[in-house]
């Protein structure tokens, strides 16, 4: 079943809303095994919208609108639909009845212009709206299927919920879903792309690739008839994609990089301290977002400036030789944080957050080096970008390795 989503409203188009019940309508259609082709927004004009659902219903079997439906001149959903299929709105007595009812019970009088909520054309029939005046139409003509929405989102996602989904529910035949989201950290978007081209071109189960703060996530979906079904056509997928992209997957579904390391640390008995340079205490900050995390986080030095590296315990002769931005420096902040909050790792991080360059050394230069006591490993890392993206990226970096470090000690 092909869908498409059209939102009424000129503030859509002079950007005073966002449209966030398109988004909500999209992130609920996969559930049912609905595809969405399209996503339009269009003004309250009826000449344009009509041409929209003229458009809309010659390819796509369900149309879904928000908007429109209020008592004003300018809220023309009703009118384009009839313009669009040729048919008539005629006022129908018991949704005029209602809409009375419900003005008497607010205490008022019900505007004559709100009888043109009460109308239906003769392929529609009423969507009940208990948070709000307006009724949406669930409209069946030739096939094709137009759900009419209010624009309010509570009013939206109530009709959506309650009367909307449970009807198209029941027109997919119950077509389920199955998906796991594989977290990658590592490598482009591009890369990864061309790595999985060859799985990419299968439709069922089908892969989306999407670029993250913490890495590429590659999203594996299967529709089936049942969810065991969906389940089964999954799973072969989801091996093939952990094949292909081997040790840069480092997580699935809801897991977050800190919570994983968390866990590990509190799972081994060990605990964690950092010295932070460019990424100006993100990284602890991370650490610490997850609930429990002084189980195992003694603490971090921001070492912002070379004094404050030195007065932390990173010998001020490597600094003078090496620069702060090295291999060496990264080294020396790693084991003098480890031994002077008495931790088992110790993580440091230094490098050029830019926009402009250090020591020679370009924006996006990062060393990460952890050291667990018995051995130190540096991972030199070059990331472009502006400088919160540097921060971030350096901090899921550092994350990455040590959970890397962590999984693999014994
Ligand atoms: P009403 O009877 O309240 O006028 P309506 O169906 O005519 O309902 P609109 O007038 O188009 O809806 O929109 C009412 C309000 O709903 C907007 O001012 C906006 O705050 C919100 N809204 C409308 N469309 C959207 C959308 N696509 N995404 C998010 N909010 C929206």
């Known amino acids: 079943m092909k869908a498409e989503i059209i939102s009424i409203g000129t503030e859509l188009l002079m950007g005073q809303i966002v449209d966030t019940n398109a988004a909500y309508l999209a992130g609920q259609l996969p559930a049912l095994g609905v595809d969405l082709y399209f996503i339009s927004q269009v003004g309250d004009n009826l000449g344009r919208l009509a041409d929209a659902f003229t458009r809309a219903l010659a390819r ?130 591009g890369k990864v792309d061309e790595m999985l081209s060859p799985l990419l071109k299968s439709n069922n189960p089908s892969i989306g690739v999407y670029a993250k703060p913490d890495g590429i996530h590659l999203r594996v979906t299967a529709k089936a008839a049942t969810q065991s079904e969906a389940e089964a056509l999954l799973q072969p997928m989801v091996e093939k994609v952990l094949a292909t992209m081997g040790e840069t997957v480092w997580g699935f579904d809801g897991d977050t990089l800190e919570t994983s390391v968390g866990a590990l640390l509190k799972a081994k008995g060990l605990t964690l301290a950092t010295m932070e340079s460019c990424t100006g205490g993100l990284l602890a900050s991370v650490i610490t977002d997850v609930p429990g995390s002084s189980d195992y986080f003694k603490g971090g030095v921001v070492s912002y400036t ?89 901090t899921t970096s550092a994350l990455f390795h040590l959970k890397k470090l962590l999984e693999g000690r014994a």
């Open 60 to 189: 796509s079997d369900v149309v879904l609108t928000s908007g429109g439906l209020g008592p004003t001149e300018d809220d023309v959903t009703r009118e384009s639909i009839a313009a669009a299929l040729g048919e008539t709105m005629v006022v129908q007595p018991e949704l005029e009845r209602h809409l009375r009812a419900f003005f008497t019970r607010r205490g008022t009088g019900m505007p004559e212009r709100n009888v043109k909520q009460a109308t239906l054309i003769p392929s529609a029939t009423a969507i009940p709206n208990p948070k709000g005046t307006a009724p949406g139409w669930w409209v069946e003509k030739n096939g094709r299927i137009i759900a009419a929405m209010p624009g309010p989102p509570r009013e939206m996602t109530y009709m959506w919920e309650n009367e909307v989904a449970p009807r198209l529910r029941k027109l997919t035949g119950g077509v389920t879903i199955a998906s796991r989201l594989v977290k990658t950290f590592g490598i482009g978007e």
């Open 306 to 394: 070379n004094e404050v590296k030195a007065a932390s315990g990173v010998d001020a002769k490597l600094i003078a030789e090496h620069g702060a931005v090295s291999e060496q420096v990264a080294r020396a902040m790693a084991a003098a944080v480890r031994t002077r909050c008495g931790a088992d790792i110790g993580v440091g991080v230094t490098g050029v957050a830019g926009p402009s360059e250090m020591e020679g050394k370009r924006p996006g230069t990062v060393f990460i080096a952890i050291d667990d006591g018995r051995a130190a490993r540096v991972f030199p890392t070059f990331w472009p970008g502006e400088r919160s993206v540097i921060k971030r990226r350096a």
